[in-house]
T-cell receptor, first 113, second 112 residues
Framework: GESVGLHLPTLSVQEGDNSIINCAYS??????FIWYKQESGKGPQFIID?????DKRQGQRVTVLLNKTVKHLSLQIAATQPGDSAVYFC????????????FGKGTLLTVNP | NAGVTQTPKFQVLKTGQSMTLQCAQD?????MYWYRQDPGMGLRLIYY???????DKGEVPNGYNVSRLNKREFSLRLESAAPSQTSVYFC???????????FGPGTRLTVL
């Protein structure tokens, strides 16, 4: 899940396993959500997004689930690979004409070969 | 397509010095953003530009100025750098407010 304070939550998985990374968002008016991957020393990279009129969206090896009732977002990575090791964080747009994204602090995923 | 590019990649300044961080995008995006990323703080919005000719303050604008030079370029200026501005700075761009933001590789700034 998302971090509080200075230390990121971590998730350690074996290569080939499925990974699930969670995010709790705060604003019930948010209508657009994005998952980003950030490797060490690089900028955040877009993975997948979902709008509030959907509860599931699939990409290549990734699935995002949105539960608006409990304001929860999850990212599922199938057959996790060492190259998936990175910090993953969610972002929400609070709707209307708001241009601002609110970012979570991230979860560190480590994939063990 | 290069996407979002930033210069320089690294910079060391002394307190009180000034500098401008450059950002350009070739995706014909309307909106552009400047963020800073600090350990434990996540990404925080400094300034953004919804479209060419407009700029607005974000969450942490103090000590910074911006210029949306044209649709492609959005620069961030530190007039008098302070150690508290030591951070990694990311530029991003997007089609509009309901769309994904795409990030550049970042500028790692140290102020001594």
């Amino acid at each position: 899940g998302e971090s509080v304070g200075l230390h990121l939550p971590t998730l350690s998985v074996q290569e080939g396993d499925n990974s699930i990374i969670n995010c709790a968002y705060s604003n019930s008016a948010s209508d657009y959500f994005i998952w980003y991957k950030q490797e060490s020393g690089k900028g955040p990279q877009f993975i997948i997004d979902i709008r509030s009129n959907m509860d599931k969206r699939q990409g290549q090896r990734v699935t995002v689930l949105l539960n608006k009732t409990v304001k929860h977002l999850s990212l599922q990575i199938a057959a996790t690979q060492p190259g998936d090791s990175a910090v993953y964080f969610c972002a929400e747009n609070s709707g209307g004409s708001n241009y601002k994204l609110t970012f979570g602090k991230g979860t560190l995923l480590t994939v063990n070969p | 397509n290069a996407g979002v590019t930033q210069t320089p990649k690294f910079q060391v300044l002394k307190t009180g010095q000034s500098m401008t961080l450059q950002c350009a995008q070739d995706m014909n995006h309307n909106s552009m953003y400047w963020y800073r990323q600090d350990p434990g703080m996540g990404l925080r919005l400094i300034y953004y530009s919804a479209s060419e000719g407009t700029t607005d303050k974000g969450e942490v604008p103090n000590g910074y100025n911006v210029s949306r030079l044209n649709k492609r370029e959005f620069s961030l200026r530190l007039e008098s750098a302070a150690p508290s501005q030591t951070s990694v700075y990311f530029c991003a761009s997007g089609l509009g407010h309901t769309d994904t933001q795409y990030f550049g590789p970042g500028t790692r700034l140290t102020v001594l």
